[in-house]
């Protein structure tokens, strides 16, 4: 036990300023309180969340609220197009959009895995404050865990939002009616398939980008014009076709308003390099994901004028006319093909796998 | 996109359909060969567009679906070994064992990875040399030359821990198995362009004046389909039985020479079991002698396992065309994409998945 020397000891103090998320920024101590100081309160800066109690007290306007939450676990974290945060933000504020709200404040939870760079940590933050300063909603509470490293895939975030929904705006999956024109805001296939070519490795001339926006802008739009030509209560479905794309949401608009959906596949709008790249990999852009675009189902009547409205919005320049509502095959979504068939458009059971050639 | 809407034109279809409806005076019974070209007919009614008398039946040529069962249980099992890596194209992941799919191996711990390139696969051997990576190489003529050449590539790379689980099949035997059934009904078929953008065409014309039956070289777009049965009809109409090429922009008669180089090297004609239909002498590939140490079923010793076929499932009538999808009692019922007795419901290519994917539930005719 010779060469022992206290002399040169010191207290090890905990690192504070690390370049990497640890186990103890999730402890609630001093660590997780600098997180919130340094990342979260700057990125999502309002007068709300300057409180930091334990839960934020809103003033609500009048009127029947919208409630919605969901998680987001993308892969990679920043893609083409946006980032994981920028997702978060967009995902909640549509869905509150979908059923005619107007989003006001939002809730986010962060699952963070150790070793995340505290950089990253910080950009993912940033562009969701961004995003929601562009959206017209408040991130006003929050909640951050850390887990252990190799039990997360760098950052979870949850979010859940709280929008109101304006008088005289009945708008839910089971209101379509036969008659009714179906419209989609936009080109369909571009956030899973940008998420998909960086995952894999495709390269295209053209770099496909995600579509992540915010919708309730547009959204705005479409009641005001349905407004003007008589009646806001013309727009009977919203739905942002996100997992299983416009497949998927079609399907369960026919179903939940037991009418029959026909589209034309024409009139699909798609970039060509979402189409390449879906053909080279087998798969249908009509089950592909989007982040940034609605599918409305409104009354022929008002179509025009919701369609004309949309097109000067700048998320809705590219908006089509895709198909109609119908008596005929209930419950059921089918496709004039482009050649003059038809085809059945089923939901898809899991996830669409890339076919072998 | 350059050569691909052109081919998707609704209005010169219509004109192509109008032109088979007539030239054709009589029923014909014309089998197209690959399960890619199956997809494109119903994805995009093109069926629907052709007079009553033109029977499209449905070939063998859908990779998945003619893996064996056994093959299947040769893959989880491996793919359940701790120390592998199982590399697979994405729709194998989904088509039933005898009691489990690689999803499920996966689910339990299994390291289960889809690859888009058996290149991948070496380059994951590459990165990981303390596992055994194993890439599952099925397929026909189309994918043998890009898994032809991962093998090649590992040999020259000396991987150690890089092998293949090889269940490839070729389609001339295939043909002339169907034309030697005592329940064949085909009078005609449309040849599997990119099988043929490989093989080139030439071992094709003995079999058309065996039998004398027209042979087509068809592509996958709905013209180049429809184009196809044009070419087909005419042959029939006029009692005339040759090889014609309808799929130029990608297949000259010779195909493509270095491919089938690599192939005639890595590779060497076996016997091989096709799911549903028996073991075809001489239609398929294993690898060659020099390359024999690549092969996965000798080094993990599954060359024990023994699988039965479901009873309830036609898929081999299915796949010989004598039993169309829909008229199968298990059709829809027992058999569903989510739950399927056999390949052909699995695979996006397998008729039987077409049929239900598209709605056909109503009995053809």
Not at chain 2, 169 to 178: F, K
């Amino acid at each position: 036990m010779k060469n022992l020397d206290f002399e040169n000891w010191s207290c090890p103090l905990p690192l504070r300023n690390s370049p990497n998320i640890v186990i103890g920024h999730g402890g609630g101590g001093k660590l997780s309180a600098e997180l919130v100081e340094h990342i979260f309160v700057p990125a999502f800066k309002n007068d709300l969340l300057d409180n930091l109690g334990d839960s934020t007290i809103l003033p609500m306007p009048a009127g029947r609220l919208a409630f919605s939450t969901d998680s987001y676990v993308v892969q990679p974290l920043f893609f083409p197009g946006g980032n994981i945060g920028e997702l978060a933000i967009h995902g909640t504020v549509n869905d509150l959009a979908m059923s005619g709200a107007t989003p006001l404040y939002l809730s986010a939870g962060f699952i963070l895995e150790e070793g995340l760079p505290m950089n990253v940590l910080g950009a993912i933050a940033d562009s969701m404050g961004a995003a929601a300063r562009a959206a017209g909603v408040q991130v006003v509470t929050g909640d951050t865990k850390v887990v252990d490293r190799g039990h997360g895939d760098g950052v979870f975030i949850n979010t859940s939002g709280i929008g109101v929904i304006p008088a005289g705006v009945h708008i839910a999956p089971n209101r379509a009616q036969v008659g009714d024109v179906v419209i989609v805001s936009g080109s369909i296939g571009d956030h899973g398939m940008a998420i998909m070519s960086v995952r894999e490795g495709l390269e295209f001339d053209t770099q496909i980008r995600s579509d992540t926006a915010p919708l309730n802008g547009l959204v705005a739009t479409m009641l005001a014009a349905a407004q003007a030509a008589g009646d806001v209560g013309s727009i009977h479905v919203l739905r942002d076709p996100t997992r299983g794309g416009v497949a998927s949401s079609l399907n369960e608009i026919a179903a939940k308003s037991q009418v029959g959906i026909m589209i034309h596949e024409r009139a699909l709008p798609i970039n060509p390099e979402v189409q390449a790249a879906c053909d080279i990999l087998g798969m249908d852009p009509i089950y592909v994901a989007n982040e940034g675009k609605l599918l409305a189902i409104v009354s022929k009547a008002a179509a025009e004028a919701v369609l004309a409205a949309m097109r000067a919005h700048p998320t809705g320049q590219h908006a089509a006319i895709i198909g109609q509502v119908t008596d005929q095959h209930i419950g059921r979504l089918v496709a004039k093909t482009a050649i003059g068939g038809t085809r059945v458009i089923p939901m898809q059971i899991g996830e669409q796998l890339p076919r072998i050639c | 996109m350059k050569y691909l809407n052109e081919f998707r034109d609704g209005e010169l279809a219509q004109k192509l359909a109008a032109e088979i409806k007539h030239l054709t005076t009589r029923h014909w019974a014309i089998m197209e060969v690959c399960g890619g070209q199956t997809h494109s007919i119903i994805r995009n009614g093109i069926d629907q567009l052709l007079p009553p008398e033109i029977e499209l039946i449905h070939g063998p040529g859908c990779p998945v679906c003619v893996t064996p069962l056994e093959m299947i249980d040769k893959a989880l099992a491996i793919a359940a070994l701790p120390n592998v890596i199982f590399c697979s194209f994405g729709d194998m992941l989904r088509v039933p064992g005898s009691s489990k799919d690689l999803f499920t191996i996966k689910s339990e711990g299994g390291d289960v990875r889809i690859v888009y390139s058996p290149l991948d696969a070496v380059k994951i051997a590459r990165e990981n040399p303390d596992k055994q990576v194993v890439f599952f190489g099925i397929g026909f003529e189309t994918t043998a030359p890009a898994n032809g050449m991962a093998v090649f590539v590992a040999k020259q790379q000396g991987l150690k821990n890089f092998s293949m689980l090889i269940s490839h099949v070729l389609v001339p035997p295939a043909i002339q198995a169907i034309m030697t059934s005592p329940t064949n009904r085909v009078q005609a078929f449309l040849a599997a362009g990119h099988v043929c953008s490989v093989m080139g065409y030439w071992q094709y014309p003995p079999l058309a004046d065996q039998f004398q039956v027209p042979i087509v070289v068809t592509g996958f777009e709905p013209l180049d389909v429809l184009e196809g049965i044009r070419r087909t009809v005419k042959q029939l109409e006029a009692g005339e039985a040759f090889v014609d090429n309808a799929y130029p922009r990608a297949v000259t008669i010779e195909g493509n020479k270095p491919a089938q180089k690599l192939l005639g090297e890595v590779f060497e004609v076996s016997d091989r079991a096709w799911r549903g239909i028996g073991v075809i002498p001489q239609s398929g590939w294993r690898l060659s002698q020099a390359y024999g140490d690549f092969d996965a079923e000798s080094r993990f010793d599954v060359s024990g396992i023994r699988t039965q076929e479901s009873s309830l499932c036609r898929s081999g009538e299915v796949l010989q065309g004598t039993l169309k999808p829909n008229q199968c009692p298990a059709f829809g019922k027992q058999c569903t994409p989510r739950t399927p007795l056999g390949a052909t419901m699995v695979s996006s290519e397998g008729a039987c998945a077409a049929y239900f994917n598209y709605g056909r539930f109503e009995e053809a005719g």
